[in-house]
C-alpha cells in the first residue's frame, strides 16, 4: 500500500534536473506585458501631487495606472474589503503601491517605477506596538477578552506571584521563489490566471472583484510554489489583480513578479508581538491563575490579522492547564506592512509566552524547568482530575505528551546532559551552556470554521491511468504526493499509475487556502471519497468479493490488471470519474466569546535544544537538538519528516538570528538577505536527532495521520529557552531574554544578569 | 540607452551568441535570451545563491555577473549536469535522500556541490556545510541536502575505488 | 541599474587610458560593484573591466614577501598564500565560496569598504599598494570611509605583504552578509606589534595603537587587559551598536592575539 511508505516528492526529477516549472518559468507569448508597482516613499500622510510624465517617457513603457484608472477599487484583502490596490490618496505604509506600470520587460517596468515624482503630505505615523497601543489605534472596537474562571482572585491567593514582559519579533517568509504571477487573457473577457498561491480560489475571486465579472469568467492554476508558509495565503493577490487589470485592458498577457527588495517592502510579515504576563502559583509551580496581555502588531490593513490573534489566543495554553485565566487581545494598527499568515498563524506567539511563563516560574522557584512544565501539563481523561479542559472549553481527550516527554528526556539523556551543563557552568567564566526540553500542543483546524472544506476530481481513464485533482496547493511540503500516496491505496494501484495535476479553479471550486497545516487532512478524505466513489462503482459493476490491490482487482478469486478493470468498466457504460467533498466533523467555536471546539485534534511534539554562548560577545551555537514529533500514523515519513526539520531550523532562526528592523521614518530596514539572516547550512545543532512519535490519530483522519505543516515550527522554542538558561547561569537575577536573541541581545542579558547593569 | 554587445558563450556544450546590453546580468540572459530557466532569480544580491551557475570551472552567481564579463567563457548550468535519462549522482541522491522540498534552490545547490565534490571529493560534514555557505534554502533545514551532497560522495568515492 | 559601456582591455596601459574618459570605473570581481550599481547607488559612464588582464593575476613568494597580483581571486589567495597562512586563512573566509571564486583584492582594496576584511590585513601588515603609478604604504593608503589614496583611474596593481613572525585575523561576522561586524588583524614583526581594526569605526580600517605599545612590550591577551575602547565613532547601526562594537574590539583582539601563528 502507498500509504505509510517513504516515496521522494512528486516533482523530485525535475526539481534536480532543472526542469521544474514556477511562474517565472512559464514561457511567455512574445507580446506579453511586465508589470511593476510604484510604491510610497513615507509611512503615512496623504499624495499631494503625483507627476509620471517621466514614467510613461521611460523606454518599454506601454501605460500606467493610478488608483482612478482601475476598473473598480480593486481590493486585495481575503477578509474585510480594507486594501485597495493602489492608494486612494491616502499613504497607510512606507512601501505601499501608488501607481502600477506596464513595460515591454521587467527590467524596463523596475526602472520606469522609479520615476515617480509625488509630493507628499506626511502626517504623523505609528509604527510601533508602543506607538499604537498608547493611541488607542486598533482594529475592531475594543480588545477580544476571553476568560476561564476568575484569575484575578486566584493569583492573589496565590504561594507566588511572577510577572513579566516578553518582546517577540516577527519574521520574513523569505519563500526562495518571490510573489510571481501572468494572467493570460482568454475570449470574452474571460482570463487564465498562473499565480504562485496557497489560495487559488480568493485569487479567482479577488480577480473577479477586480474585472467585475463573475468568478466562472476567470480561472486560476498553480502547479507549484518555491516555497509559501503563510506568505502566498493573501499576499499574491495584488499581482493577480494587477496583471488581469491590464490583460482586460490591453488585451496582452501581461507578469508580474516582486524582485526581493518589493517583496520584502511590500509584502506582510508574521506579526511582532509583546505578551505581559502576570501567574500566580503554588510552591511547585503549578499555575493558579494568569492573565495575559496580547498586543499584536498588524499593520495598516487587517487581512488575517483576527484569526491570527484569535489563534494566538487559542494557544495561550499550550500544553498547560490553567484554571483560571484572562487573555486580553489587542489588534494594534501601524503604519507599517499588513501582517500576515505565517505558519504557525499567532499559535508561535501564544505560545512562546506561556513557555516564557514556565521558564521564568521555574527560575524563581528555583526549580527545573522541565518539572515546572511537567506539574502543569493536561491531565488525560482517565485520570479523572477535571484538568483537561482548555480555556476556551474543549476537551483535551488525546494529550500524549506525558510519555512523548518522557521518552524523549529518556532518549537524550535531558537530566545527565542538564546536569553536565550545570557542572561545565561552574568551570567555565566565558563560555557558558544551556539546556531546555519544550513541548507543542497545536490545534489543527481552521478556526473560521467554514473553511474546513474540501474538494476533489478524480478521473480513471479507460486505459488504467488515473487522473487526480484536488483543492490543495504544493509548496514543498510534499502534500501533493502524500494525496496521491491515498490515491493509490485507495485503488491498490502502484503510485506511477496516479498523475498530479496542477490545482485548477477549473476543476475544483471554492476551495480552501492550503493552511492550518490542514492540507493533507482536508484534501486526503476529499480525494478518497472521490476515489471510493469510482471504485465502488467498478467494484459493484464487476461481481462479488471484489479486491483492488497490487495493481490488480480480484473478483471472486481471478485477477485481472487494474486496465483491464477499467476499461470493462468503460466499456459497460460506468462512470468512471467523481467528485470528492469533505467537511471536517465535531466544529463549532464562537471567536467572541472565545468558547467551543475550534479544532478537531491536536498535534504533539517536544524538543531538547542544548546551546552554548559566548559571555564576551553573545554569540552562540547549537550543540544538540532532540526532537520526537507525532505525525500521527504518518502517510510518509520522510516527507514528515523533513517538515519537522526544516520547522524547527525556521522557528530557532525566528526565535535567534532573524530581525526584521524599521527605522523611525517605518523604512523597512532590513530588505535583502544581506541584512536579513535566515539560517545557513552551518547554522543548524550540531547534533540533530528527529524521529516520529508512533501513534495514530484518535480522530478519525485519512488514514489516522496527523498535520505536519505548522506544529514543528514552535519546536524552535526550545532554543529560545535554552538561550535563556545560558544565560541564568551567569548570575542570580532572571535572564528576561527577547526574541530575536541575537548575540547583541545575549550579550546586553548576560551583562544584566551577570553585572546587573 | 547604450548599443548591444555581440556575446559568445558556451552554455552546457553548445555555442550560443546574442545581442545583449552590458548592464544585462548573466543569470537573466541566460533564463530571458537563452530560455535557460533552471538558475532561479532568488535575491538579486548575490547571497542565496539560487542563480549558481559553474562558469570557466568555477562556482559563480550569475546574478553579480555581467553577461558582459561573461563573453567567452563555458558555462554550465543544471541543465547541463547529468540528463532526464541518465542522471548525475548528486542528482540521483538529492532525489533519493530527500534532499528538496519545494525545489526552488535545488538547481543551484546541485551546480554548486558538482564544484565542491571537484574541489574536495572526501569532505567533511563540516567541510560540505562550510561549502555550501552560499546557497540558501528556506525548507528543508538542510540535514538533508548534506546527507545528499556526503552520499554522493561516498558513491563517487567508491565507484572510483572498483575502477582501479 | 543606469546603463553604461564595457571594457575589456588586456594591458595595465590599455586599462589605464579607458579610465582616463570621464566618468569610468573599474571593475574587478564586481562583487561589491555590481549590487551598488544595482541599488543605482553609482552611474558610471563606463566600465572597465580588469578581469582579462593577466599581468596582474597570481600570488607569488620571495624572501619574506607574499606579493598578490591586485586581479587575484580570494579563492586563488586562499589557497595559494599558504607562505602567509592568516591572510590566506582570511582570504578563504571572505563571503562564501562564489563570491570567492571572482571577488579580487585590488577591488577590495580600491574600495575601502569599512567592513571589508582585506584593509585589515593590508595596515596590519604593513602593506605596499603597487599602482600603475606609484607605491603606497598602507598607513598611508587608507584615509576615511571608502576613500583611499588612488587618484581618479589608478589601478591597483600588486599589494606586497611582508610576512610577520605570527598574525592572526579575527572576524566576528555580521552573520547575513558575513561581512565583518568588527574585524581584527593582529601582525608581529620582530620590531613591533600591528593591529588593524576593520568593521568598526566611521572613519574606516584603523591601526589600535594602545594595543599595539601594550602587545610590542608583551604579547599576550592580557596585555590588554587594561585597556578600554570607546564606544563613540564607533558605527552604530542594525547590526551592532557602537557600544557592542567597541566590546568586540577588546574580545577580538585578545582573541587574535591568542590565536597568531
Redesign the interface.
Known amino acids: 500500500m502507498s500509504v505509510t511508505k517513504p516515496l521522494p516528492h512528486d516533482s523530485a526529477k525535475l526539481h534536480v534536473t532543472g526542469t521544474a516549472r514556477y511562474v517565472d518559468d512559464i514561457p511567455v507569448p512574445a507580446d506579453c506585458l511586465h508589470l511593476a508597482f510604484g510604491l510610497s516613499d513615507i509611512a503615512c500622510g496623504s499624495i499631494q501631487s503625483i507627476n509620471l510624465d517621466a514614467v510613461r517617457a521611460a523606454p518599454g513603457v506601454t501605460s500606467v495606472w493610478l488608483a482612478g484608472d482601475l476598473p473598480t477599487d480593486c481590493d486585495c484583502s481575503p477578509s474585510v474589503h480594507d486594501e485597495p490596490l493602489l492608494s486612494d490618496g491616502q499613504i497607510h505604509y512606507l512601501g505601499q503601491p501608488v501607481f502600477l506600470v506596464a513595460a515591454t520587460s521587467h527590467t524596463a517596468a523596475r526602472h520606469a517605477a522609479r520615476l515617480g515624482q509625488i509630493e507628499y503630505s506626511p502626517e504623523p505615523a505609528l509604527l510601533t506596538i508602543e506607538d499604537a497601543y498608547l493611541a488607542g489605534s486598533q482594529f475592531g472596537d475594543a480588545p477580544r477578552i476571553w476568560e476561564r474562571g476568575t484569575a484575578a482572585p486566584a493569583i492573589y491567593a496565590a504561594a507566588h506571584v511572577i510577572e513579566g514582559v516578553l518582546d517577540m519579533g516577527g519574521q520574513e517568509h523569505f519563500y526562495l521563489e518571490s510573489q510571481a504571477a501572468m494572467v493570460m487573457p482568454q475570449d470574452g473577457g474571460d482570463m487564465l490566471v498562473h499565480s504562485s498561491t496557497q489560495h487559488p480560489s480568493e485569487i479567482q475571486h479577488k480577480v473577479a472583484h477586480a474585472l467585475d465579472i463573475p468568478m466562472h469568467a476567470v480561472q486560476v492554476e498553480t502547479r507549484r510554489m518555491g516555497g509559501g508558509f503563510g506568505g502566498k495565503e493573501s499576499q499574491g493577490n495584488a499581482l493577480a489583480i494587477s496583471c488581469a487589470v491590464v490583460a482586460a485592458a490591453t488585451g496582452r498577457p501581461a507578469k508580474m513578479r516582486y524582485d526581493r527588495d518589493d517583496d520584502f517592502t511590500i509584502t506582510g510579515k508574521r506579526h511582532d508581538f509583546q505578551i505581559r504576563y502576570r501567574v500566580g502559583t503554588d510552591e511547585s509551580g503549578r499555575i493558579e491563575g494568569a492573565e495575559f496581555l496580547q498586543l499584536a502588531r498588524c499593520g495598516w490593513a487587517q487581512d488575517l490579522s483576527f484569526p491570527v490573534a484569535d489563534r494566538a489566543m487559542l494557544h495561550t495554553d499550550n500544553a498547560y492547564f490553567l484554571p483560571n485565566v484572562r487573555i486580553e487581545s489587542h489588534r494594534l494598527k501601524t503604519n507599517t506592512q499588513s501582517a500576515t499568515a505565517f505558519r504557525g498563524f499567532g499559535g508561535p506567539q501564544g505560545m512562546l509566552g506561556i513557555e516564557r511563563v514556565m521558564d521564568h516560574i521555574a527560575h524563581t522557584l528555583g526549580q527545573d524547568p522541565l518539572a515546572v512544565r511537567r506539574v502543569n501539563f493536561y491531565d488525560t481523561p482517565e485520570t479523572q482530575s477535571g484538568r483537561t479542559s482548555t480555556p476556551y472549553g474543549q476537551e483535551v481527550d488525546d494529550f500524549v505528551l506525558d510519555e512523548l516527554v518522557t521518552k524523549l528526556a529518556d532518549q537524550c539523556d535531558y537530566s545527565i546532559r542538564r546536569e553536565a551543563a550545570a557542572q561545565w557552568n561552574e568551570t567555565n567564566p566565558v563560555l557558558k551552556r544551556g539546556i531546555a526540553l519544550t513541548p507543542v500542543k497545536f490545534g489543527i483546524s481552521f478556526t473560521l470554521t467554514h473553511l474546513n472544506q474540501a474538494g476533489a476530481l478524480v478521473h480513471v481513464y479507460q486505459d488504467g491511468s488515473i487522473q487526480l485533482n484536488h483543492g490543495g496547493t504544493e509548496m514543498g511540503q510534499g502534500l501533493f504526493q502524500k494525496v496521491a500516496q491515498v490515491a493509490a491505496s485507495r485503488f491498490g494501484v502502484p503510485i506511477e499509475t496516479i498523475k498530479i495535476t496542477a490545482t485548477d479553479t477549473g476543476k475544483v471550486p471554492n476551495t480552501s487556502a492550503t493552511a492550518a497545516s490542514s492540507g493533507s487532512d482536508l484534501n486526503g478524505m476529499a480525494v478518497k471519497a472521490a476515489c471510493d466513489t469510482i471504485r465502488d462503482r467498478m467494484a459493484t459493476h464487476l461481481g462479488k468479493n471484489v479486491q483492488f490491490e497490487g495493481g490488480s482487482v480480484v473478483v471472486d478469486g481471478s485477477a485481472i490488471p487494474f486496465a483491464e478493470a477499467a476499461k470493462r468498466c468503460y466499456e459497460s457504460r460506468i462512470s468512471l470519474s467523481a467528485t470528492g467533498f469533505y467537511k471536517t466533523p465535531k466544529l463549532e467555536w464562537n471567536p467572541e466569546t472565545g468558547q467551543g471546539r475550534p479544532f478537531f485534534y491536536f498535534a504533539y511534539g517536544a524538543a531538547c535544544s542544548e546551546v552554548v554562548i559566548d559571555t564576551l560577545t553573545g554569540e552562540n551555537r547549537i550543540l544538540r537538538t532532540d526532537i520526537i514529533h507525532d505525525a500521527g500514523a504518518s502517510l510518509n515519513p520522510v516527507l514528515d519528516i523533513g517538515q519537522v526539520e526544516g520547522g524547527f531550523v525556521q522557528g530557532a532562526g525566528w526565535l535567534t538570528t532573524e530581525e526584521l528592523i524599521w527605522d523611525d521614518k517605518g523604512r523597512l530596514r532590513t530588505h535583502a538577505p544581506s541584512t536579513y539572516k535566515i539560517p545557513a547550512c552551518s547554522d543548524r545543532p550540531d547534533i540533530f536527532n528527529v524521529s516520529l512519535w508512533d501513534g495514530q490519530n484518535t480522530e478519525d483522519t485519512i488514514y489516522r495521520s496527523k498535520a505536519v505543516g505548522e506544529p514543528p515550527f514552535m519546536l524552535g522554542i526550545a532554543v529560545l529557552m535554552a538561550l535563556s538558561d545560558a544565560v541564568g547561569a551567569c548570575g542570580d537575577i532572571y535572564a528576561d531574554l527577547n526574541a530575536p536573541a541575537t548575540p547583541e541581545r545575549i550579550l546586553k542579558a548576560v551583562q544584566k544578569v551577570r553585572d546587573g547593569i | 540607452m547604450s548599443d548591444k554587445m555581440h556575446i559568445k558563450l558556451t552554455v552546457n556544450g553548445e555555442d550560443k551568441e546574442f545581442l545583449a546590453e552590458p548592464r544585462d546580468l548573466l543569470i537573466y540572459a541566460l533564463r530571458e535570451k537563452l530560455n535557460i530557466t533552471g538558475p532561479h532569480v532568488g535575491c538579486d544580491t548575490s547571497h542565496c545563491g539560487a542563480c549558481t551557475v559553474t562558469l570557466n570551472g568555477k562556482s559563480v552567481k550569475s546574478c553579480t555577473m555581467f553577461v558582459a564579463q561573461a563573453n567567452g567563457a563555458e558555462i554550465t548550468t543544471i541543465e547541463g549536469i547529468g540528463s532526464p535519462d541518465a542522471l548525475h549522482v548528486l542528482q540521483e541522491s538529492f532525489k533519493e535522500h530527500h534532499g528538496l522540498q519545494c525545489g526552488f534552490c535545488t538547481p543551484g545547490m546541485i551546480t554548486r556541490a558538482t564544484k565542491l565534490l571537484e574541489e574536495n571529493p572526501t569532505p567533511t560534514e563540516e567541510e560540505v556545510r562550510f561549502g555550501m555557505a552560499g546557497n540558501i534554502c528556506r525548507c528543508t533545514g538542510y540535514q538533508n541536502i548534506v546527507k545528499s551532497i556526503l552520499a554522493a560522495a561516498s558513491e563517487i568515492n567508491s565507484a572510483k575505488e572498483a575502477a582501479e | 541599474?543606469?546603463?553604461?559601456?564595457?571594457e575589456?582591455p588586456t594591458s595595465v596601459a590599455d586599462a589605464a587610458a579607458a579610465l582616463g574618459k570621464d566618468e569610468a570605473q573599474a571593475?574587478g570581481g564586481?562583487?561589491t560593484l555590481?549590487?551598488t550599481?544595482?541599488q543605482?547607488l553609482a552611474s558610471p559612464s563606463v566600465?572597465v573591466?580588469l578581469?582579462g588582464i593577466a599581468d596582474i593575476k597570481g600570488v607569488s613568494v620571495d624572501g619574506g614577501t607574499v606579493t598578490i597580483g591586485g586581479g587575484t581571486t580570494h579563492?586563488v589567495v586562499a589557497a595559494e598564500a599558504g607562505a602567509y597562512p592568516a591572510l590566506a586563512a582570511l582570504a578563504g573566509n571572505i563571503?562564501?565560496?562564489?563570491?570567492r571564486?571572482?571577488g579580487t583584492i585590488g577591488g577590495s582594496l580600491a574600495n575601502n569598504d569599512p567592513s571589508a576584511c582585506y584593509p585589515s590585513a593590508a595596515l596590519a601588515s604593513g602593506a605596499t599598494i603597487v599602482t600603475n603609478s606609484r607605491e603606497i604604504a598602507a598607513d598611508d593608503y587608507f584615509q576615511g570611509l571608502f576613500e583611499t589614496a588612488l587618484e581618479e583611474g589608478e589601478i591597483v596593481i600588486s599589494v606586497k605583504f611582508p610576512i610577520p613572525e605570527a598574525a592572526s585575523y579575527q572576524k566576528?561576522e555580521q552573520?547575513?552578509?558575513?561581512f565583518a561586524l568588527v574585524g581584527v588583524y593582529v601582525a608581529k614583526f620582530a620590531d613591533g606589534v600591528r593591529v588593524a581594526v576593520t568593521g568598526a569605526s566611521e572613519g574606516g580600517v584603523y591601526r589600535w595603537s594602545e594595543a599595539e605599545a601594550a602587545l610590542s612590550g608583551n604579547f599576550s591577551a592580557d596585555a590588554l587587559d587594561g585597556l578600554t575602547v570607546s564606544g563613540d565613532d564607533m558605527i552604530s547601526d542594525?547590526?551592532?551598536?557602537g557600544d557592542?562594537r567597541a566590546?568586540?574590539v577588546k574580545?577580538m583582539t585578545k582573541r587574535a592575539v591568542a590565536a597568531a601563528s
Request: overall charge positive.
Open positions: 541599474m543606469y546603463s553604461f559601456e564595457v575589456r571593475l564586481g562583487q555590481i549590487p550599481l544595482k543605482r566600465l573591466s578581469a579563492g563571503g562564501d565560496p562564489a563570491v571564486n571572482r566576528f552573520p547575513a552578509s558575513r542594525l547590526h551592532g551598536s557592542y566590546h568586540l574580545v
